[in-house]
């Protein structure tokens, strides 16, 4: 039976409502008053679960099935290390100041921010003859073309915001007056703002580190260790999975935000002059959604559908490792539940590329906040290694051994050393010249393909994919997570607090302990439409009912938490089912076709003539 869990009526205040009462997560410091509200969170159980959950699935889809190699690395980064990798110096974001309270914000934020409620307004107002602008005084526009050729102005500024870089923003804020909403006081022009935190290292304090703002560097900083521990076999990938911090300007929008969070990234090293996937036959028919360079440039945001080998062919992905990693994203993505309609891939703009990144792509799921950046796909090429290598004067390299030796021919400068002494630089002193020289081993800088992802902005999105409110009881909330990552897999409900029902729930509580299950009881003296109710809010799949039927032949009933529906059968076979299912090894279709639905439940005390018991 299908089940309508789509959601219109979306209220994201009644989902904050339902994550705070579950305690999903909470701000950090509350009982403080906080710090900052959502900066720093707090996981409760059930949001630290989900987390975890998604975690093994990530590990399963990607690390085991990989071959990758997991490390873990120092979140105190020195200076010096930072310094190369560029991040001192380009790792920023454009903040802008009201001058007449001191109040920051970023500049792109608070741009959007308002262009939006402009919009909002013209649109309320009938888009003509209303006071509608910001401003000192405001500004009418009294025909509809006019107000019309406004929206459009303001989209399509929206639509590129994210590829200004200061000046442009400067721009922005001169020429659309962009104000402070509190005081319309306007903005004053951005400035660029470091977003690592800063520490000291030692009880000097005259050593200066960084908590880490990627957990990347550590990787390339190691790869020599691990290209030996790979036995030199290329290609191969590295895995970290961590905490990073970034002082942002303003946080906010809970999750999705946050000064600290958990990354987990890949650095998948390859040959610059072989990029293609041995394993990209097996994904090249999966069907995505692609929002390019081109179609961001025309101020649109329609993204084009098409199976990914095809966009291999025409050039829209340069080379099938990187393609292939957005396919794998794609089916991450999918089978933790998201939304596949609400899932696309965004081409970076030249200008809002990472320093290091020489192409890059985003896995944007939409949200009520729009449509967020959960997953970064770059390809680095050779930058840290390289820059790590000049620093250090270590060779980050591979060694190939080639086939046969290969004659290839460069340009040396030979130096007369013994003239060196005197420190004068006559033309005699050395030459330039072309050589041929025969090569058994190829040395090269590999290259880098690093899928990040954000495990907060993805656990957010899946909460809001997930989320629905039951049709015939707009009271009954539901978090539809699929069983493999659902917090608690299933809820242990006795019918009432009869007391033959105890040894029964402590024998299936064993059972599940021992199958690796997680689950709940619930003998509250609840209603049991309640107790299922309150567990469907914290996404807990199945729920196994002990009543008296259970009492005398050891059947017991299983319930579906979207459908409700249930079915009966032993203890054994209930707890096969439970497995496979918390296992994705099986659905519920699968589950009906070998059981019937059952319907009555004995809500009342029968006769019983044999007490069931378990051996």
């Known amino acids: 039976m299908a089940v309508n869990t789509e959601n219109p009526g979306f209220c994201r205040s009644r989902l904050e409502e339902l994550l705070k009462k579950r305690f999903f997560y909470c701000p950090s410091y509350e009982i403080y008053g906080g710090i900052g509200s959502f900066w720093f969170v707090y996981y409760g159980p059930p949001g630290m679960a989900l987390e975890q959950n998604i975690l093994n699935v990530w590990r399963k889809h990607f690390v085991y099935e990989e071959n990758m190699l ?170 970290v999975v961590g905490k990073s911090f970034r002082n942002e300007i303003s946080p906010r929008s809970g999750l999705l935000r946050m000064r600290e969070f958990t990354m987990a990234e890949i650095e998948h090293y390859v040959d610059p002059l072989n990029k293609d996937h041995r394993r990209f036959n097996e994904v090249e028919n999966v069907k995505m959604k692609f929002l390019t360079r081109e179609i961001q440039m025309s101020g649109k945001e329609e993204v084009i559908e098409m199976k990914i080998g095809e966009a291999v062919a025409r050039g829209i992905l340069e080379n099938t490792t990187l393609a292939y990693f957005l396919a794998r994203i794609h089916l991450f993505l999918i089978r933790i539940g998201m939304n596949q309609e609400k899932l696309r891939f965004r081409q970076h703009m030249n200008n809002e590329m990472a320093h290091y990144a020489s192409v890059c792509w985003d896995a944007e799921l939409l949200t009520s906040y729009g449509w967020i950046e959960c997953v970064g796909c770059a390809d680095r090429a050779a930058y840290d290694l390289t820059v790590h290598s000049e620093k250090t004067k270590e060779k980050l390299v591979v060694r190939e051994l080639l086939p046969k030796p290969m004659e290839v021919t460069e340009w040396v400068v030979n130096v007369d050393k013994k003239k060196i002494e005197n420190l004068k ?191």
């Open 70 to 239: 997991e490390i873990g690395t120092s979140i105190v980064t020195p200076h010096e290390v930072l310094e190369t990798s560029g991040h001192v110096s380009k790792f920023r974001d454009w903040m802008c100041k009201d001058p007449s309270t001191g109040e920051v914000f970023r500049a792109d934020h608070i741009i959007k921010e308002i262009l939006l409620s402009r919009i909002k307004k013209r649109v309320e107002s009938g888009l003509e003859g209303e006071k509608v602008e910001g401003g000192a005084s405001g500004t009418k526009f009294d025909t509809l073309d006019e107000s019309l050729s406004r929206i459009r102005e303001y989209e399509d500024i929206i639509s590129r915001i994210d590829g200004y870089d200061g000046e442009g923003l400067s721009r922005v804020i001169e020429e659309y007056d962009i104000r402070n909403p509190a005081t319309n006081v306007r903005m004053e022009g951005p400035v660029g703002f470091n977003l690592m935190f800063a520490t000291e290292i030692g009880p000097k304090g005259n050593m200066t580190g960084y908590l880490r703002p990627e957990t990347a560097q550590g990787q390339f900083l190691n790869f020599n260790k691990l290209l030996e521990f790979n036995n030199g076999k290329m290609p191969f990938a590295s895995v």
């Open 425 to 615: 630089f006559p033309s005699s002193l050395f030459t330039i010249e072309q050589v041929k020289k025969t090569i058994s081993v190829r040395e090269y800088i590999p290259n880098v393909i690093e899928p990040s992802f954000g495990i907060g902005r993805i656990l957010y999105s899946l909460i809001e994919h997930s989320y629905w409110i039951r049709s015939d009881d707009v009271d009954r909330c539901v978090l539809s997570f699929p069983p493999i990552v659902a917090p608690v897999k299933c809820l242990l409900v006795p019918l009432s607090n009869n007391s033959a029902f105890d040894p029964i729930i402590d024998k299936l509580s064993f059972e599940l302990r021992q199958l690796g299950i997680s689950h709940k009881v619930d003998d509250s003296s609840a209603a049991i439409g309640r107790r299922y109710s309150r567990n469907d809010e914290l996404g807990t799949p199945f729920g196994i009912t002990v009543d008296f039927q259970t009492v005398n032949d050891g059947s017991l009933t299983l319930r579906e938490r979207d459908t409700t529906r249930q079915i009966r059968a032993s203890e054994k076979e209930i707890l096969r089912v439970i497995k496979e299912l918390s296992e994705g090894l099986i659905s519920w279709d699968d589950v009906l076709k070998d059981f019937p639905i059952f319907n009555k439940q004995i809500t009342d005390i029968p006769e019983i003539t044999d007490l069931y018991i378990r051996e």
